[in-house]
């Protein structure tokens, strides 16, 4: 194989690859597109064993997110992008291992945040029904 031989057939992949919207394994999907072994998923892109996540792109293996990317092992997430192993996050960035994070970003192992601040469990819930409210999240 020649060098432009292997470049030619390297773009053709890469186009049928990028042309490529159907899912594969799912169930119950709508308006989903290039997801793997998901289950009642709703207007997301390339899931991986997602379920029933809404509006969410490149997770693998998170549940009940939505409006969200780039998530990993997630569960009820709204709004976050790059997390890891964590769940009831809101608006959180890159944060593993955390759980009842609103607005946290780069946390590690953290529960009851607010911009990265901690809070007692009454205190978080208490501010966070507030500014769900004020910021028309809730």
Do not use: W
Not at 15 to 35: A, D, F, I, K, P
Not at 50 to 76: I, K, M, P, Q
Not at 130 to 135: H, I, P, Q
């Amino acid at each position: 194989m020649t060098r432009n031989e292997f470049e030619s057939e390297l773009r053709r992949l890469l186009r049928e690859h990028g042309e490529r919207t159907g899912n594969q394994r799912c169930v119950e999907c709508t308006g989903c597109e290039l997801c793997i072994d998901s289950s009642f998923c709703n207007a997301s892109r390339s899931l991986l064993r997602c379920h029933y996540c809404v509006d969410c792109e490149r997770c693998a293996d998170s549940t009940h997110c939505r409006g969200s990317r780039e998530l990993f092992g997630c569960h009820h997430c709204v709004g976050c992008v790059a997390c890891r192993s964590s769940s009831y996050l809101v608006r959180s960035t890159d944060c593993d291992g955390c759980s009842y994070c609103f607005g946290c970003v780069g946390l590690l192992r953290k529960d009851f945040h607010v911009l990265n601040r901690p809070y007692q469990r009454s205190e978080y819930f208490a501010l966070v029904t507030r500014l769900s409210r004020e910021l028309g999240s809730g």
